[in-house]
């Protein structure tokens, strides 16, 4: 099968934290055309562990991120596989000698592709899910004069310290499978990584989603252990261990003030977008609690707080589990598009 | 240093999984004096990997459980290193092949102590925090015309589902520890347990305590990596393996209603707990949410919902680590007690 992506070289790219990744490689995908006046981009970045793929659920006729009138792009992270990433990178900075990549380094990269490559100066809208939230508040504070709208939902502006902690215990568990082998492994750490899936499994849907057995009864897994072997265990077993421990670096250390324009000072990050914002929490996420959504949302100058009310937690939404989420997020941005 | 507590010996204990444990011991430790009349006992069971003197926060001059006028017997959980567990029982039953033990086990062994040593038929209060609330539901349903009150906080009469996912991590990141050999380890599996300590972490406190920052403001670590390593590495780095994981099957299966006497019916079994009943969930206890204690007291005919108003999660008020929350619990049981 042929790959269904394009590769952008990034050259020579440097990043915040000092490394250089040379022959750097943003992988991307677009739906739709671009048009004359180019302006009907739509930048929808990748989410923890997710390839473009995984954002085609809120992509297609008649929702708001509709190909036929809008051009899409699809940047994937550094880190996730298909950009540049531990598990494709030659030595010498392949495997566990990857550098240090933050959520910043990615967006610089995605600006030189919509820019350099498409010739984009207006963008009319950044939309994502977790940690493609994250840099979806990067796009607005880096690029404020750019950005017409933005759309974060279930993400965040900068780590938080809970969920800074939250992301050391799925570390934790990956790591403490000494086949892991501080990423030199030679076999997969299959043990961490289940470990990690069992984590993460308390984490991404919330107590009332156990309590009413969504799992069984809207998802179909035959029991609760089903569903933590089939699909939490089968969402990690495939993916790199390095690759994965990239992106929780990256996603640990977001902060759109962590840069030369905002010098750490969060509140005047989140003051500079200039875009439309709808901040779209959900309403039971456990690790992006709407509270923090709702401090964003007051330093903001154009934005407002959407919970999404779904006892689905961090799938509220994302991505496309649960099609009444999808719906009521699909609607928010036809209305954010439209204004 | 002699030991501060005292042993029952329970001789042959028949459990409810099937096994037996050869002189099986009951550690205890007794404060205040048993009146003539043996109607001023409180009985109030320990916590997970928690052992006698972990409880004794709550208990002094002034507060609700004053041994000047109570009698107050702690007894040690099964499998919590005091009372028999994986680390200190003989061949066979030692180490990984240590039995599966039931809060109803627990509690039937404790029946025994208070009943065949000391002669009591009444007991005033049991309380306890977690799973030492577990084991203050158990008194409820299965000595309903013996307990006058019971006191639970921050704990559940039935394990979540929810709550077996979050306790699925823990164990999953321990036991991710190659050194761990299923039990048969000859060295501590440090990574193991450092591993289960970060995991935990995000559970334990809320969102808002690491928000506030009160690791660092109230607790005094020097930053949020010191507590991680000096509080929640420091916890669990010191326990047996084993034995935790023990305690992790007893809560994971605790259900008041799995035994003869209700069949697994919940709701019977909650409502057959005749004691007065003040249920006190943490307010932001992320894994006994006030929700699930919401729905107990439904069902039980004569309890009261008392949320512990408090941002530290699930240790508002254990152990005695916030003093505020400390007051709010005293008070409640000065207020049951009078009743």
């Given at each position: 099968m042929p790959a269904d992506y394009e590769i952008f070289d990034l050259g020579d790219f440097g990043l915040q934290r000092g490394a250089t990744i040379r022959g750097c490689k943003l992988a991307y995908k677009t739906f739709g055309t671009l048009n004359a006046a180019k302006d009907n981009v739509v930048v929808y970045p990748t989410w923890?562990?997710?390839?473009?793929?995984?954002?085609?659920?809120?992509?297609?006729?008649?929702?708001?991120?509709?190909?036929a009138h809008l051009f899409i792009i699809i940047p994937n992270m550094l880190g996730n596989g298909l950009s540049s990433s531990p598990s494709n990178t030659?030595?010498?900075?392949?495997?566990?000698r990857f550098p240090l990549v933050t959520a910043c380094d990615n967006v610089r990269a995605q600006h030189r592709l919509v820019t350099e490559l498409f010739g984009i100066e207006r963008i009319r809208l950044v939309v994502g899910w977790s940690m493609g939230a994250l840099q979806t508040f990067h796009w607005g504070a880096l690029y404020p004069d750019m950005v017409e709208r933005i759309a974060p939902f279930c993400g965040s502006a900068k780590c938080s310290r809970h969920n800074i902690v939250f992301l050391e215990g799925v570390k934790a568990a990956l790591t403490a499978d000494a086949v892991f082998a501080d990423g030199w492994y030679t076999t997969k750490p299959a043990r961490g990584l289940r470990a990690m899936a069992r984590v993460y499994a308390g984490w991404g849907f919330s107590q009332a989603f156990y309590r009413e057995q969504l799992d069984i009864k809207t998802l179909g897994y035959s029991s609760l252990e089903d569903f933590l072997v089939a699909f939490w265990e089968g969402f990690f077993l495939p993916k790199d261990p390095n690759n994965l421990l990239t992106m929780l670096w990256t996603w640990q250390n977001g902060d759109i003030s962590d840069n030369e324009l905002y010098d750490g000072d969060f509140a005047k990050a989140l003051g500079a977008i200039k875009a439309k914002a709808y901040v779209m929490p959900g309403q039971t996420d456990l690790y992006f609690p709407p509270e923090d959504s709702a401090f964003e949302v007051a330093h903001m100058p154009d934005a407002t707080l959407i919970p999404?009310?779904?006892?689905?937690?961090?799938?509220a939404g994302g991505p496309g589990t649960n099609p009444v989420d999808v719906d009521f997020i699909d609607g928010k941005l036809k209305e954010l598009l439209a204004a």
């Open positions: 923890y562990s997710g390839q473009h793929y995984d954002n085609e659920w809120l992509i297609g006729p008649g929702r708001a991120l509709d190909p030659p030595e010498p900075y392949n495997a566990g999404v009310p779904s006892i689905w937690g961090h799938f």
